[in-house]
């Protein structure tokens, strides 16, 4: 199984951009699609982009399209979540997972391994 870890998250003015990063190790990151996810404060988990093994196909929120570019390292078993011109609504824990089948995902429940989450705030 694979084991990941987010890290970048943090606080930024509206209008700034983050980079997270998710590093997985265990086992051959190749083997999975993987994606990000985020939930705020009494909201619901939600999707947020997801990238195939490859990197060659990747689907976005429609919520975050344009702002946001998910990337894939497969030499640095690292996943990837680039962040424009945030806004507030933006702020939630940003999950990274990932699954081990062969087409991107926007269902949760299709991720068989999760990270520990990473703080996102945009303060207005």
């Known amino acids: 199984q694979v084991q990941l870890v987010e890290s970048g998250g943090g606080l930024v003015q509206a209008g700034g951009s983050l980079r997270l990063s998710c590093a997985a190790s265990g086992d051959t990151f190749t083997r999975y699609v993987m994606g990000w996810f985020r939930q705020a404060p009494g909201k619901e988990r939600e999707f947020v982009a997801s990238i195939s093994r490859s990197g060659g196909s990747t689907s976005y929120a429609d919520s975050v399209k344009g702002r946001f570019t998910i990337s894939r390292d497969n030499a640095k078993n690292t996943v990837y979540l680039t962040m424009n011109s945030l806004k507030p609504e933006d702020t939630a824990v940003y999950y990274c997972?990932?699954?081990?089948?062969?087409?991107?995902?926007?269902?949760?429940?299709?991720?068989?391994?999760w990270g520990q989450g990473t703080q996102v705030t945009v303060s207005s």
């Open positions: 997972a990932a699954r081990s089948g062969l087409l991107v995902a926007v269902e949760a429940e299709k991720y068989n391994y």
